[in-house]
């Protein structure tokens, strides 16, 4: 199966624009998030302070519930071959009995008044032709490949769960930091505010204006701490770990489109590795197979039987040996085998309809996901010039407001412009490699080696 990198090699380009005292003086107190953003790789190197995204998903590998659930699912359905083989096997029994009879009166003989008995025996049966237990060996054959296709889907419906899970948190970190950046910047301009209030510069307004967008930036901060702390629960949920820290994504990670360029491609790819598909077509495999299961009961079974005994009843005693052939067959039910027929066919066009459904829902997903993954890279472009753009406005917003032709209110919209297009950027990128992820886990080729793809992307700040 040939794997596509994820990734290309050629960085995104990083366009920058000069900035004012003023501004640079604001920008200072942005996160160390932003700062980090624009370093260079050399800087990044990862240190045992913040987790990466392999070593969550080892932790997830180790610890996730449905993955054991599935890996538990996956071993009891591999039983089934075993106990179908067990059906063509001979089966022995073996059976004793001890009784002791009182008699009214003793023996002539003048003996016990009491007889001790005993049997033993032991028996055999080997089926010598029993269509249900082919169509049963077979029936569990699928069951077996079934259960590997659907283990398979798990795992890597768990690379791609801890992806997202810890794109959550980063997502979420980014938020915490960006309010935070915002309300340092706010307080920033509310001191300034309440300075040139009392030389006259500028009205109570003003004061009020920045006063009360401080107010919301605190309760705003409290509210992103609380989704904060809910994403790393639900990454703790998956890996039974409490991460609190994580390496980020860098800034220069290379925007590569989906290869090959056409989504028909993919689709095709998917309808051949997709184990949610291979699970469908195995349902309906079994499902056929139930209706031969079904007709089965018509056929005549024969089994070779044998048999040893030995018996004494305290008078005589006697042993035998018997072997022969046992022939059965079933003349009339009341309709009862009928009746497992059709609801056997009926079951079979229901998986029928269960797997053309998934196929077009695979089908769809493969779509989505590939053009999520194309603009992705549209939006990431996009939001790398809404930052440059938001930093000469708020430069030109800043040097009105010094002249007197711009509000603070005019000063801290910009300011707020700046922070979300920063953190719109950050949050694209995470979107962009999530989309490729969610695209390989479409055509069912999705593993641990794409993780290591997107850990040489990851840093810690």
Known sequence: MTKYPLFGTKPHTDRRVG??????????????????????????????????????????????????????????????????????????????????????????????????????????????????????????????RQADTDFA????????????????????????????????????QLEQAKERFEVGLVTITDVQEAQARYDQSVAQEIELLNVLADTKEALREITGQYFDQLQTLQDNVPLKLPDPADPEEWVKRAISNNPDLQSAALATELAKENIELQRSDR???????????????????????????EFSVPLYTGGAISSRVREAAYQYESAKEQREQVLRAIMRQVQDAYRGAQTAISRVKALDQ??????????????????????????????????????DYAQSRYTYVLNRLILEQAV???GVEDLEAVQNWLYTP
């Open 19 to 144: 900035i004012t005292p003023l501004v640079r003086a604001i920008l200072l107190i942005l996160p160390t998030l932003i700062c980090a953003q624009t370093g260079s790789a050399a800087d990044k190197k990862a240190t045992p302070d913040a987790a990466g995204i392999l070593e969550v998903y080892q932790a997830a590998l180790a610890s996730d519930p449905i993955l054991r659930q599935a890996a538990a699912d996956r071993q009891a359905q591999q039983e089934a071959k075993p106990q179908a083989r067990a059906l063509q096997l001979p089966s022995i029994g073996a059976a004793a009995s001890l009784d002791q009879t009182f008699l009214d009166e003793p023996t002539t003989s003048g003996g016990d008044d009491s007889l001790t008995g005993y049997s033993i025996g032991i028996n055999l049966t080997q089926p010598i032709y029993n269509r249900g237990n082919q169509v049963r060996q077979r029936q569990a054959e699928a069951i077996v």
């Open 153 to 188: 889907s798990t795992e890597q419906s768990l690379v791609l769960r801890v992806s997202q899970s810890y794109f959550d948190v980063l997502s979420a970190q980014d938020d915490v930091k960006f309010v935070r950046a915002d309300k340092a910047a706010i307080a920033r």
């Open 299 to 325: 056929y005549p079974t024969v089994d070779l039987t044998a048999s040893l005994a030995d018996a004494d009843n305290g008078n005589s005693d006697s042993r035998s040996a018997q072997i022969g052939l």
């Open 386 to 423: 809404s930052r440059t753009s938001s930093r000469s406005a708020l430069e030109a917003t800043e040097a009105g407001f010094e002249v007197g032709t711009r509000t603070i209110v005019d000063v801290l919209n910009a300011q707020r412009d700046l922070l979300l297009a920063e953190r």
């Open 444 to 446: 069912g080729e999705l």
